[in-house]
């Protein structure tokens, strides 16, 4: 084979850092610009969609560099390029049709999975030794398949769970805003029913280990009062869930999305460390084991 002394120099870069990573995070990234660098007039009709696919494809593409030349940062690099995965499905062209989201996914996985070898790993020639990294990549494979499967299994209609039937929801769900929302846990929304007075009500199910809000208020009517409940923050946690008819807000500060139960984020996952601001939410039920408000307020209007 020619090149020998070349191929051994690449081998030895390639095995200390998350090289297949960051290659699929590249091709990832390229796949979603294929379509938006098409002739200037598709582009125009993309709209949005053209644009946020420039920007999340360039921004995967610097990512799988990054895993190669910051090997060290992999694991803060590998879960935004996740977050920008995830997002390009709603963001983009259905996330470069599919291809270009389950790269960038397989890519963030192999890339947050890398171990690097210690000195102890290696034999006398310094090459690492074949066991090297077995378990990281079975991570990275299996990965991307349990968010598939989580997502599959979260977009699949749902009746009530047992004991859900215990609560009656209100015949119209409040009005919920907040500034700033910020889940901590991993969350999966499902679409479910739920028993109110005029009988089943489709929700979006949110769950999560707790929740801080800021700027918090609760608007609903009774008769023809219309009674709204205030905090400046609102922590919740233990067993977070909520039931929601109606979603909008925007992820990152950035991202402006409206989810309804027919309208699912897909994958139904949110990736850890994102906050929604400017949120704007029809509530049907929310429960949680503790409940911590900061300056309360209750008001009445006629």
């Given at each position: 084979m020619p090149l020998r002394d070349a191929r051994r120099v690449l081998r030895g870069w390639r095995r200390t850092r998350p090289f297949w990573g960051g290659l699929l995070l590249i091709l990832g990234g390229a796949e979603l610009l294929i379509i938006p660098l098409s002739p200037l007039t598709v582009l125009v009709s993309l709209g949005l969609g053209g644009i946020a696919a420039i920007g999340i494809g360039i921004a995967l593409m610097v990512a799988g560099l990054f895993l190669w030349l910051l090997p060290h940062a992999h694991h803060y690099v590998s879960v935004n390029a996740l977050i920008l995965s995830v997002l390009s499905f709603a963001a983009t062209n259905l996330g470069g049709f599919l291809i270009g989201m389950i790269l960038g996914i397989a890519g963030s996985a192999m890339g947050f999975g890398w171990t690097p070898v210690a000195d102890d790993d290696r034999d006398a020639a310094g090459r690492p030794r074949l066991r090297e990294g077995q378990g990281t990549r079975t991570l990275a494979v299996l990965l991307p398949v349990v968010l598939a499967g989580t997502a599959l299994w979260g977009a699949a209609p749902a009746k009530a769970a047992p004991g859900d039937g215990e609560i009656v929801a209100a015949r119209t769900p409040p009005t919920i805003t907040t500034?700033?929302?910020?889940?901590?846990?991993?969350?999966?929304?499902g679409v479910r029913d739920i028993p109110t007075a005029d009988g089943p009500m489709k929700v979006m199910v949110l769950r999560m280990n707790a929740a801080s809000l800021t700027d918090y208020r609760l608007t609903t009517r009774d008769g023809s009062r219309e009674?709204?409940?205030?905090?400046?923050?609102?922590?919740?946690?233990?067993?977070?869930?909520?039931?929601?008819?109606?979603?909008?807000?925007?992820?990152?500060?950035?991202?402006?999305?409206?989810?309804?139960?027919?309208?699912?984020?897909?994958?139904?996952?949110?990736?850890?460390?994102?906050?929604?601001?400017q949120v704007s939410a029809e509530q049907a039920l929310v429960t949680s084991d503790s409940v911590v408000a900061g300056g309360l307020r209750l008001e009445a209007r006629a």
């Open positions: 500034k700033l929302f910020a889940p901590k846990g991993f969350i999966v929304a009674l709204s409940l205030g905090a400046e923050t609102l922590d919740l946690s233990g067993k977070v869930t909520l039931y929601l008819t109606k979603f909008k807000g925007c992820i990152q500060g950035i991202l402006c999305l409206t989810f309804t139960p027919d309208r699912l984020p897909v994958p139904p996952l949110v990736p850890p460390f994102v906050f929604i601001t």
